[in-house]
């Protein structure tokens, strides 16, 4: 996605992980809650009763949980940890059963939270916890020795708690710093090319469904070899950081600035065709303003285009753009080129005259002829 989102205190973070937490509980806790239930001595029928249906039902959500989770409401896996404290309070009350192994049954629930909810959902299913336990052993062990039994066992379900969530929040912490390595370009800080190709096919996607506009820049910086030539490629790599700042400013939070390698830099951006326009206008803008380097501000050539209406595919998308890129290098250099129109933003083109592109100098891409939709409406190409 372009854009992301703010987690919310009770977000899910991994449904596979959560599923298989819940299937592991109840599939372990099944044959356990029978045993001391159903055949233990002391249970009334209704108390077995309860305990047979209570069986039936964790067996049938293991099933579930194992096999088939992307069937179960979303909202489920949010609301389960607090499903299972209350459950664990009623089988214990109903048991008679404030053992520790009883009480330890809270620590699933525990650790639910801590390792695939948010904050929010922590603290609620910690009090909880808290109150299901003080119920439990209040009831059954009485007020002077439930107290401390209760006391032991929420500083370990606290314990557990804490310990489970800093490692969760460092493994967080190293996956951003990954994710960041495999999708950053190292040198100057924008997406790579393989976050470009996984967005463009994301948002393409989107817009077709939405019926949206989405526009793709390329741009090239001009005369980038003779830059390091002349000045060397530590100046070579400050002019490309400068552009790449230039186009950080620009785009701010309307999309994605990329740099796909060497002088070539995208922009992917939820915008129609006279905003993408305006966005590259403001982008030679922004780069000419550079004062600090040898051999002055940065001059940009910049390719257009719009899905869906220059292209019917991701692929067209990046070829169109392309190709008005080209235009704008053919033209002189120097400027904005739009794919469709055929033309360069910054003088009015002689429609009457279609280049001989062998005769174009000093090139640094020579488009694939198959691919330049409409030669009659070409810009002008300066001999």
Known sequence: MLFRTDRSGFELRDLHGASRAVAY??????????????????MTISG????????????SLGVASW?????????FWLIVPMLSTTLITGLNIITNDASTGAQFFYLWPVLYVANF????????????????DA??????LGPARGLMDWVATMLTMTMAMIVVSSLRKRNDQLRTVLEQQANADALTGLANRRWFTESLALETAQALSAGGSLALLTVDLDYFKTINDTYGHTEGDRVLQAVAASM????????????????????????DRPSAVAVAQELRAEAASVR????????????VAVFPEDAATAAELVAASDTALYDAKASGRGRVAVAGRRRDLDRVPDLDRVPDLDRVPDLDRVPDLDRVPDLTVLSELRP
């Open 67 to 75: 096999f088939r989770p992307a069937e179960v409401p979303r909202s």
């Open 48 to 59: 077995r009763a309860a305990v047979i249906a209570s069986v039936l039902f964790m067996a």
């Open 25 to 42: 509980l109840v599939l372990a806790a099944t044959p356990y809650v029978f045993v001391t239930g159903v055949l233990g001595s002391g």
């Open 292 to 303: 600090d380097l040898p051999g002055g501000a940065p001059s940009l050539s910049i390719g």
């Open 248 to 271: 950080r400013t620009v785009t701010g939070d309307r999309g994605i600035a990329a740099r796909l390698g060497g002088d070539e830099f995208v922009m992917l951006l939820r915008l």
């Open 135 to 140: 119920a439990t052993v209040f009831t059954i």
């Open 117 to 132: 909810l948010g904050r929010k959902a922590i603290y609620a299913n910690m009090l909880l916890v808290f109150a299901g």
